[in-house]
């Protein structure tokens, strides 16, 4: 898989029909590595290691409706009153992160309405804080899960 600008880990990989799947540490279950894979599961570890985000406050695809239709969060993490405090849109590393990618997050969370927002590639992420008011700013770093 391609290197991405986030620390190694040593992920449980494995072929199966010459398809290689990994271990995802959340759900306890073994998916197929996609390449958007292979970058959400580097965000979880990324944010559960140098941010101190337990792996038992995320939920990874996570349903939820929008405008009547069902959409698919990719990371969505809680602290520890069980509220929705982070949403990450996560794409395939060749996917660049436009406006459009922003605006997915940010429909999603008209729904949540979490007070932080990231997308990421892989290779490059951004941050956002959104305030009750809807107003957006951008981070110049990910928040700790102590001020979640």
């Known amino acids: 898989m391609r290197e991405l600008q986030l620390p190694p880990y040593p992920f449980k990989l494995k072929t199966v029909n010459q398809q ?17 894979e292979w970058v959400r599961q580097h965000l979880v570890m990324f944010l559960h290691q140098h941010f101190a985000y337990p792996l038992g406050l995320f939920a990874l695809e996570k349903s939820l409706k929008f405008n009547g239709m069902l959409r698919r969060t990719d990371i969505l993490m809680y602290n520890a009153r069980g509220e929705a405090k982070l949403l990450v849109e996560c794409k395939a590393p060749e996917i660049a992160l436009t406006q459009s990618v922003l605006d997915q997050a940010a429909r999603y969370n008209m729904s949540l309405g979490v007070p932080f927002v990231m997308i990421s590639n892989g290779l490059e992420h951004y941050c956002l804080a959104v305030s009750k ?10 928040p700790h899960f102590s001020e979640l």
């Open 133 to 142: 008011e809807n107003k957006v700013q951008y981070l110049d770093r990910i």
């Open 20 to 36: 290689t799947q990994i271990f995802d540490e959340v759900r306890k279950r073994w998916y197929l590595c996609t390449p958007e």
